[in-house]
């Protein structure tokens, strides 16, 4: 049976493949391809023209010129030639080496045939790998990834904005407590988020190009004359990387795992938020904007379900569940290398684009969001008890004895409405001034400080 998103084995190329299509050329099999293949032809033109390496010196921008469609006009059909050629290798990256031979050979540029065996020169296959795969990542999140969590957070910061100061019963453990405002609470979120993404905004991405265990052991003794560290530093900055310059025959994969991990964190963040939704949705905070069409449940015809918070949180796990065993991995190999990485590592596009599944189903869930104001002012009309807080604080500040305790026996499980609020106020022995303040305050002025620290956030946390 032919492939198609019917019948691909996973949802990310099947059922999800439209919001994943924008990972395909960079994460996939044919990204690593497309990458090796730059990093082998990048690889030989710096031999000649930074390295100089006496043997090239014929090695001009002609041929730079020439190796330069393996870099910018690559295409699947010739992916396809490569793993046409890995039939016969049974080696990957020795097939990108012979097609790149191939290449050189159907170019008829007599110098670039010359120097022909120069291609691969010195590198170990996991020269090509380690710097494909940093390639790849960084493309990834830098051209898809950061910028849909920051358009995810602007939408964020919008909602939060327009509810600063609606305020909200909020509850721990589940029961009712101190108000807080709807947009204070977005903000909250919008603040741990930040902090991820700025960290991975700071994340490197490393590579190395040693040799076969790390020491430009065949470098050194083709030209033991040239400083082979600093080349290696040089290419690999060249690549928009970071050099790592203490490896075995792999890089260590630590960066990997840090940015996994960090990943997963804000994932993590990101589930919450899904929950919490789902749970204000479920008791009328929020309403959703039914859309023309969709259908709720089979039997049900009144339902809108909030399905995109849902499939978020789902994918978000997967994505977590990929990511932090990645990172785990990675960093582990036996002695100067072995292979167990080399399959995981055909998995680093699989928890960015589950994550990237959990982005857009949020995104689209925040779109149909409406803020049910009336729900909201009534559940505070109706849960005047959480106001006991601000009495006993008031009568610790005045040296009224045991002020827990008094206000605590009048409200604890007790629900209270606004003439119980006035009476249990109007029983206390108060000054004057501070009985009327009392009495006049009600639930959803409660709010402390509530819309200023989310006002002040977003105002000194401005990304426009």
Known sequence: ???????????????????????????????????????????????????????????GQTQVEALRPLIHDFNAEQAAQIKAIEQTTNHDVKAVEYFIKDFIKASQDPILIKHLEFVHFACTSEDINNL????????????????????????????????????????????????????????????RLERQVTQLNQQVYLGKINGAVGNFNAHHQAYPELDWPALGQQFVESLGLTFNPLTTQIEPHDYIAELFQNLGRLNTILIDFNRDIWSYISIGYFKQRAVAGETGSSTMPHKVNPIDFENSEGNLGLANAVLHHLAEKLPISRWQRDLSDSTVLRNLGTGLAYSLIGYESTLKGLGKLELNATALDTDLEHAWEVLGEAAQTVMRRLGVANPYEIIKDKTRGQGLDEAGWQTLIAALDLPEPVRLALLALTPADYTGRAAALGADYLAQNDVD
Do not use: C
Request: hydrophobic content about 45%; proline content about 3%; cysteine-free.
């Open 1 to 59: 049976m032919d492939l198609f998103s019917l019948t691909a084995v996973s949802p990310i190329d099947g059922r999800y493949s439209a919001k994943t299509i924008n990972l395909r050329e960079l994460v996939s099999e044919y990204g690593l391809i497309k990458a090796r293949v730059r990093v082998e032809a990048e690889w030989l033109s710096f031999l000649a023209v930074q390295a100089q390496l006496p043997e090239l010196s014929d090695f």
């Open 132 to 191: 494909s795969h940093a390639l790849m990542l960084k493309s990834a999140m830098t051209t898809v990834i950061l910028p849909l969590i920051n358009r995810l957070l602007s939408s964020l910061r919008n909602l939060a904005t327009e509810t600063l100061n609606q305020s909200m019963l909020a509850r721990t453990h589940g029961q009712t407590a101190s108000p807080t405002t709807v947009g204070k609470e977005l903000v909250n979120v919008i603040a």
